[in-house]
Nanobody
Framework: QVQLVESGGRLVQAGESMRLSCAAS????????MGWFRQAPGKGREFVAA????????DYSASVKGRFTISRDNARNTVYLQMNSLKPEDTAVYYC??????????????????????WGQGTQVTVSP
């Protein structure tokens, strides 16, 4: 079993930056593919960004590409989401997900939440106009 704990969410103004962290514990973190998803009030969960098992593959939704950067530090069992030029429409609960290492191709990224095995509890990001 893997436990994921997100942190870093807070209230900011539009245009500001924020970095989210997701720390993994429990079963060996290994090098499974990771992802960030978000859910805004009244909406479904939305793919934000993904990073491959190797860390060399990354991908982003169209709405955040060029503003957000996903990265990972396997030595610290942590994945990050650097968010720049934040907009009010980025307001949501942000979740990090991990896919088991043995199910993760070396450079593959995964876009569907159902492809992941573990979820964190989420961290609230609020961007005021």
């Amino acid at each position: 079993q893997v436990q994921l704990v997100e942190s870093g969410g807070r209230l900011v103004q539009a245009g500001e930056s924020m970095r989210l962290s997701c720390a993994a514990s429990g079963r060996t973190f290994g090098s499974g593919a990771m992802g960030w998803f978000r859910q805004a009030p009244g909406k479904g969960r939305e793919f934000v960004a993904a990073i491959s098992r190797s860390g060399f593959g990354t991908d982003y939704s169209a709405s955040v590409k060029g503003r957000f950067t996903i990265s990972r530090d396997n030595a610290r069992n942590t994945v990050y989401l650097q968010m720049n030029s934040l907009k009010p429409e980025d307001t949501a609960v942000y979740y990090c997900l991990v896919r088991r290492e043995e199910r993760s191709d070396y450079s593959a990224t995964y876009y569907n939440a159902i492809e992941y095995d573990y979820w964190g509890q989420g961290t609230q990001v609020t961007v005021s106009p």
